[in-house]
């Protein structure tokens, strides 16, 4: 085969409605579909190349090469890719991020969105979105929420099939912010393949997953009509549950620090105050407050001042996974 390549762009995305926990931990099923929104302006990209020349995959990402378990996952991605084109050349993989890795801001989300996408460029496979989105479930659940664009639900499904993201609203359908509040930037210790894989541990977890319908309507219909003081509703209630369940995990999960709390409390008391925000938090201690671009600026100088805060990343809604 001779070289071919191809590099793609993704955002992360922030889960207004969470994914937490598999039906097949293997295949990346979840026991619960979710909703989330790309986070513009964060960005992942990674060059895919396959090389005859070349006897094993090779991973850098941002210039620093990865071998061990990173490394293994790209790879079954790669693999997967292989199989469908029916070659045997390896890859260079080469991804850079414009954003703190490995600090609640799901930057695999990001990774192998932007690797499902060049990859399949990179091996000429003729797969439509959601074909590219159940590529990306394979490395991590929330990177099949980054290859469509704007606002996005991740069906359940029950198969490798049905299990993919699709736009329910385009970026442009609501001018929404994602003020990240970062409290900490140290990696977590539990990362969520291990923490999926303890969620049906908690006695929550069943409760949780059976209201999920529910929530899933309730923020597709905030969504829909733009109400941002039900969507901050549905998000915390959501975010607050996930917790809750990580908590009561065996072992147990906690991933909140006094001032993931701080901020919490923060945006409740602004929101009866009149300034409409919410929290999301995932598996990490900063905390995503989600508003309307209009009060974007006012939420970013509070949350400033908030003690703890480090710094505040801002964000809006972005588009799907695309070519470079
Ligand atoms: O895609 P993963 O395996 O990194 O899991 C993501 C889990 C949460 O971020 C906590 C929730 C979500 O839906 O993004």
């Known amino acids: 085969m ?6 793609a762009q ?45 006897s094993g ?9 990865v071998e061990g378990k990173g490394l293994e996952r790209v790879s079954s991605i790669l693999e997967i890719g292989r199989r469908a084109a029916g070659i045997h050349s390896y890859a260079q993989v080469m991804s850079t991020n414009n954003f703190p890795t490995g600090a609640g801001i799901a930057s695999s989300a990001a990774a192998f969105a932007a690797l499902a996408k060049a990859t399949v460029s990179a091996l000429g496979l003729p797969w439509d979105e959601p074909a590219i989105s159940r590529l990306a479930r394979m ?60 969620a ?21 219909n905030a969504i829909r009509a733009r109400d941002m003081r039900a969507l901050a ?4 209630l959501d975010s607050n549950i996930m917790h809750a369940v ?11 620090q006094p001032e993931t709390l701080a901020v919490m409390a923060a945006v409740r008391e602004w929101r009866e105050d009149g300034l409409l925000a919410g929290y999301t938090i995932d598996a990490g201690a900063n905390v995503h407050v989600i508003c309307e671009q209009t009060s974007a600026a006012e939420v970013q100088t509070r949350l400033r001042n908030v003690p703890g805060v480090q710094r505040v990343l801002m964000s809006s809604a972005g588009g799907g996974a695309k070519l470079v």
């Not at 198969?159 to 442009?172: G, N, R, V």
């Not at 509703?233 to 915390?236: A, G, H, K, M």
């Open 2 to 7: 001779k070289p071919s390549s191809a590099s």
């Open 10 to 54: 993704a955002n992360p995305n922030i889960a207004f409605i969470k994914y937490w926990g598999n039906q097949s931990q293997e295949l990346r099923i979840p026991v619960n579909g979710s909703i989330s929104m790309n986070m513009a302006g964060l960005e992942t990209v990674t060059s895919v190349i396959f090389d005859d020349a070349i």
């Open 57 to 65: 995959d090779t991973l850098s990402i941002n210039g620093k090469m």
């Open 139 to 198: 490395g991590s659940g929330s990177a099949s929420r980054s290859v469509p664009g704007g606002f996005v639900e991740w069906y359940v499904g029950e198969s490798d099939e049905s299990s993919y993201a699709e736009t329910i609203a385009p970026a442009e359908h609501w001018a929404l912010a994602d003020c990240v509040a970062i409290v900490s930037a140290s990696h977590k210790k539990t990362g969520s393949t291990e923490g999926h894989a303890l």
């Open 200 to 220: 049906p541990t908690s006695p929550l977890q069943g409760a949780r997953v059976a209201d999920t319908p529910r929530r899933l309507e309730l923020c597709r």
């Open 233 to 236: 509703e549905v998000i915390e």
């Open 246 to 256: 990580m908590m009561t995990s065996s072992p147990a999960l906690f991933y909140w």
